[in-house]
């Protein structure tokens, strides 16, 4: 009897010391729930010191009131039943925390008879935080995510799905995709879910979606197998980013990169584009293709009268009238400003292009209506044919470009081929007022200065500032090559009023802070002058820089007071009477008299180079050096004597009583930071 009971004792022992060896509370209660053994897990949870402590206790002595009620609810229901039951409930711990426990409780029978429950609980806390967590983030994602079964149905979306598809969740759920949406971009989705439950392997899908009130979207979705315990695709994820705002901005992008804005015609990119295909896709054994550059005559002189907006509307009825006249295979683009081209496809006979080009001039040639006014345009065109002139997209462009300057030569309204024979001289000229045009846009222009010098008092009263063309911005290009270009094409207008900014900004920049200003020369073209928004302009660059015109030199040539203009009279009066100065350059070289110095307001002359440096071995241009300078005193007129090379010049100018003067033997002309005010030229003279 004594071995049982030690024995007995033994094996209560063995069982107190399996359950306390368990990580999670372990117990049993008897019927009216009451602790009949717990193991270390439940004592140290509840605070005691040891299980032998919770025998014969309750929840209530342990948990709060609704917290133990439901605990021993949970006893009673387990004891009514057959299969066990396991619950996921909060708990609080001794120290007052709450956490949760996932419970498993089942009846306890002998002899037939339901005595008590046993159960076992474990923290599960960090687990229903990180599925909370998981959840959260699923549910507030901004992508679609979505769980497809071996039906490929759906069984799990989350939010973002219901605004992808605009639709209702109950409209997705357990639906396939070819069930909806439906449509091809739905059932190639479907394929690719079915390959990854065979290959159990990533796809991406690009889906394609109309919503019900035809509004185009597009999603891009990565497919992930979800694998069970034998590594078989029990589900797949779709993960998928609503991407058409991006499209959306890319198209935009593309428009705005491709895609004349004014016109919408192909732009420049797009054209160079258009050509550089055409050139791999022709062979010489194949038909050739056709470039022309069409080129508004008078364009600018419509702008000028109505406005940029009405321009904007002629350039519109222009670009659809040129479409109107070609193939739908052909192109037709804006290059920029009057400019447009067209690309003719599989041109067998050279003489078709002319025939197009012909159509196309007939078309602008016909009267349009304007905000009112009726306008009549024409235009010029030049035509290459490719490969017979060139396969290389810079030479077909330049060579359509000499074409059609021959074609304004020839009369304007016409075509013209390009032909090899065309002069250098020519070609030359064409390629630079071509670049002319972009010089501007592409800041190719630059400002050097030449210090005019007090004989004196060897120190800078003044500078002149002299236009340098730096080309592409690798080329120095000298004025006398670009500017006689820049007066017949009327560029010289736009790159005058760049001259201005500049010099003025300049100015500014030199005389803000001295008790001395110097002056800043600035020779005007006739053309200018000519253009009767010449006041204005300046008027407009006096206020955005701030120039003082007292600080301001304006030089102009003989020529100009010939034409004895009323208007060029107004003109040079006003501005005189704003406070610039001047100047008659190159005086006597042209047809000096003395009339027109007194009839104008001018109140400097400039000597010319070409009679100071004959000073010292021609007798005749020192008797017209001191006719000048004796004329200009008489009549009190400020003298400079510009391309002083020597000593020698420089000190019959003084002698002769011409104190400033400009040229080599001080310096070249150089830009405004290598420019130093303070220096002296004592010892050049």
Known sequence: MKNIKNQNIESNQYIQTLIDNFPFMVWLKDANSRILVANTAYANMVGVTSSAELIGKTDFDFFPPALAQEYVDGDQWAMQNTA????????????????????????????????????????????????????????????CIAKYNRA???????????????????????????????????????????????????????????????KQKIMHTVLTPEFNAIHEVQTVIAIGQDMTQSYENLDRIHHLAYVDSITKLPNRISLLDVL??????????????????????????????????????????????????????????????????????????????????????????????????????????????????????????????????KAKKQGRNNYQFYSADLSQTTIERIDIEQSLRRALQNDEFLLHYQPQVNLETHHIVGVEALIRWHRNHCEMIPPDKFIGIAEDSGLIIEIGEWVMLTA??????????RADPITVAINLSSRQFIHNNLLNSINHLLKKTKCNPAWITLEITESLLLSDSIHITK???????????????????????????????????????????????????????????????????????????????AKYLLDCDCNVVQGYLFSKPKPFDEIDMQASWKAAV
């Open 84 to 143: 066990p039951s396991a619950v996921t409930v909060p708990i609080k711990n001794a120290e007052g925390e709450y956490y949760w426990i996932e419970s498993y409780k089942s009846s306890v029978i002998v002899d037939g008879e339901v005595v008590g429950s046993l159960g076992y609980a474990r923290d599960v806390t960090e687990n229903i935080l990180r599925e909370n967590e998981y959840k959260s983030i699923v549910e507030n994602s901004s992508n």
């Open 152 to 214: 490929c149905q759906r069984i799990f979306l989350n939010n973002a799905n219901s605004l992808f598809y605009e639709v209702d969740a109950s409209s997705l759920i357990g639906k396939t995709p070819s069930q909806y949406p439906g449509g091809a971009s739905a059932i190639a989705l479907e394929h690719s879910i079915q390959e990854v439950f065979q290959s159990g392997e990533n796809q991406h899908v690009a889906f394609k979606l109309t919503t019900k009130n035809g």
């Open 276 to 405: 550089d295909a055409c050139i791999k896709k022709t062979r010489p054994s194949d038909a050739a293709f056709a470039f022309l550059m069409l080129d508004l005559d008078g364009f600018k002189a419509v702008n000028d009268l109505l406005g940029h907006a009405e321009g904007d509307l002629l350039l519109y009825e222009m670009a659809r009238r040129i479409e109107r006249s070609v193939r739908p295979t052909d192109t037709v683009a804006r290059l920029g400003g009057d400019e447009f081209a067209i690309v003719l496809s599989e041109v067998k006979d050279s003489k078709n292009a002319g025939i197009v080009a012909k159509k196309v001039l007939d078309s602008i040639r016909q009267p349009i209506l304007i905000q009112g006014t009726e306008l009549f345009i024409s235009a010029s065109i030049g035509i290459v044919i490719c490969p017979d002139h060139s396969s290389d997209v810079s030479d077909i462009v330049k060579y359509s470009d000499i074409a059609m300057y």
């Open 504 to 513: 003025f900004k300049d100015a500014v920049r030199w005389n803000a802070d």
């Open 571 to 649: 003109t040079l009066k006003s501005l005189d009477k704003m406070g610039f100065r001047i100047s008659l350059d190159d005086f006597g070289t042209g047809y000096s008299a003395l009339s027109y110095l007194n009839k104008f307001p001018v109140s400097e002359i400039k000597i010319d180079q070409s009679f100071v440096q004959g000073i010292a071995d021609d007798n005749d241009h020192r008797l017209i050096v001191q006719a000048i300078i004796s004329m200009a005193k008489s009549l009190k007129k400020e003298l400079v004597a510009e391309g002083v090379e020597t000593a020698e010049q």
